[in-house]
């Protein structure tokens, strides 16, 4: 079992920055991707950006890709994402996640998430 809680969000400026932490349980955190997932109100879901547990690979979505980065920290069993020039757009709850398969975690199937932080982006 893993659990997740996320940390860092708030509001924000328009072309502010942010950084969000994800601290998880379990002695086996470099064993599982890590991912983040936004999810504005009366969209749906959508993929921020997901790390292996290695921290050797990392996949981002297209639209986010150059203001969006995604690390690890195994040994303090932490993943965070930083997210430079922020937009309105970008105003969205935030969820990491945690899978065993890094490509499943890509394609929105994981067995593990937190409970999510509010990032408000203001114009």
């Known amino acids: 079992q893993v659990q997740l809680v996320e940390s860092g969000g708030g509001l924000v400026q328009a072309g502010g920055s942010l950084r969000l932490s994800c601290a998880a349980s379990?002695?086996?955190?470099?064993?599982?991707?890590m991912g983040w997932f936004r999810q504005a109100p009366g969209k749906e879901r959508e993929f921020v950006a997901a790390i292996s547990g290695s921290g050797g690979n990392t996949y981002y979505s297209d639209s986010l890709k150059g203001r969006f980065t995604i690390s690890r920290d195994n040994a303090k069993n932490t993943v965070y994402v930083h997210m430079n020039s922020l937009r309105p757009e970008d105003t969205a709850v935030y969820f990491c996640?945690?899978?065993?398969?890094?490509?499943?975690?890509?394609?929105?199937?994981?067995?593990?998430w937190g409970q999510g932080t509010q990032v408000t982006v203001s114009s």
């Open positions: 996640v945690a899978d065993f398969e890094y490509s499943d975690l890509i394609g929105g199937i994981y067995d593990y």
């Open positions: 379990g002695r086996t955190f470099s064993s599982y991707a």
